[in-house]
């Protein structure tokens, strides 16, 4: 929310607002994240990591990729998007007006404005840290650890 409050985007928003959101990103992960994940993630091989995904925004993005009209947990849980997946909502919603993006089935009318930015940052950390998708989890992110199949206990030194 700070984020596009930040940021202010016209209706509809236009594409340099979109380069805006993702850059602000970015410039966030490489001087504050990157420096704590970084080790980490350089250490491990992405095959033994997933990016799990939780709160309203990866609900949101998986539901609107099912076309979910309400909110349904056993077909959310567990759902993957890829980066591709999520550049195309990037680019959809950030090209559409306010008044038709609380049409989408899947977004909430009242989220329509904040999806924008939520969207953007899951774009700018999957570009930024090389993940190819994102699991989603309605129940946080250790549910959605366990239960991704190709989340190893070994591996993660667990």
Known sequence: MRLLEALRPADPPGPHECGRCLEAVRAFLRSRAAPVLSPSLAN?????????????????????????TEFDRARLEGARLS???????????????????????????????????GVGI???????????????????????????????WESSGG
């Not at 091989?45 to 925004?57: D, F, K, Q, S, V």
């Open 44 to 68: 491990r091989p992405r095959t033994a990591m997933r990016l799990i995904g939780t709160g309203g925004t990866a609900s949101i993005l998986g539901a609107m990729e099912l076309g979910l």
């Open 122 to 152: 899951y774009q700018a950390v999957m570009e930024e840290f090389g993940w190819a998708e994102v699991s989603i989890s309605t129940r946080g992110m250790r549910f959605g650890a366990i239960l991704d199949p190709a989340y190893s």
């Open 83 to 117: 980066r591709g997946q999520v550049e195309r909502h990037l680019e959809r919603l950030w090209g559409l007006p306010l008044k038709e993006r609380r049409r989408i089935p899947g977004l909430p009318p009242e989220r329509a404005d904040v999806i924008l930015t």
